[in-house]
């Protein structure tokens, strides 16, 4: 009598795979920030992460862990900003939205047309960077210039050259080596299997329906 079935395997399998690299990486970015800065920018190795993990694995995938990150990160560093009345608050489920966000964008991004190839997966992660760095820009551009605080922030060729570009840099440097282990060590399995789609559908974004 067999306790465990394909699915049930594949779920643990997912829930123990994600929870170990999410734990991982968001300790090394806490902890090492310097070790992967440039130009004042540090490697979003968790965005990056919550992306691929939504490119490769499905829609659910990218929604859950991407949710899950940005709880994570809510509650460690959250976001500070200054309000109206000019009180520095801080912020809640800015993270949750953002990375939950970027992990929907990665799973929508051209994954049918591309066959979820990895070459393109580079792309997917330059372009929802690039989503993020400028949706950041205007709303704390627009935020602060309403509560009147918009003398410390970048001009656009500032924020361009000094913060966009080495973001966009250090996001697609840092999307190789987890390319490599969602691909190869990842929560989804692919081995024996051609047709990756079928697989993201029996056990990618159908397995989280089950927990």
Same mark, same amino acid.
């Given at each position: ?46 965005? *990056? ?12 995938? #990218? @929604?859950?862990?991407? %949710?899950?990150? =940005? &709880? ?8 500070? *900003? ?12 800015? #993270? @949750?939205?953002?990375? %939950?966000?970027? =992990? &929907? ?30 949706? =950041? ?75």
């Amino acid at each position: 009598m067999r306790i465990l079935t394909g699915n049930t395997k594949s779920m643990i399998r997912k829930v123990i795979v994600y929870a170990v690299y999410i734990i991982l990486l968001s300790s090394i970015q806490v902890s090492f920030p310097d070790a992967f800065t440039f130009l004042g920018q540090t490697a979003d190795l968790v965005f *990056v992460f919550v992306v691929l993990s939504g490119y490769f694995n499905g829609f659910w995938d #990218g @929604a859950v862990v991407g %949710f899950i990150c =940005g &709880i994570v990160r809510d509650v460690f560093s959250p976001p500070i *900003v200054v309000g109206l009345d000019r009180d520095v608050r801080v912020t809640a489920f800015i #993270g @949750a939205f953002t990375l %939950f966000a970027a =992990g &929907i964008t990665g799973a929508s991004f051209f994954t049918r047309r591309m066959h979820r190839n990895i070459p393109f997966s580079i792309v997917a992660v330059i372009f929802a960077t690039a989503c993020y760095k400028i949706a =950041g820009y205007l709303l704390i551009y627009g935020w602060s210039t309403l509560a009147g605080t918009g003398s410390g922030i970048y001009d656009p060729y500032t924020a361009f050259v000094y913060s966009f570009l080495p973001q966009l840099l250090l996001n697609t440097i840092a999307s190789i080596p987890l390319i490599v282990l969602l691909r190869f060590l990842g929560p989804v399995s692919f081995r024996g299997n051609v047709n990756r789609d079928e697989v993201i559908e029996r056990e990618g974004d159908g397995t989280w329906l089950g927990i």
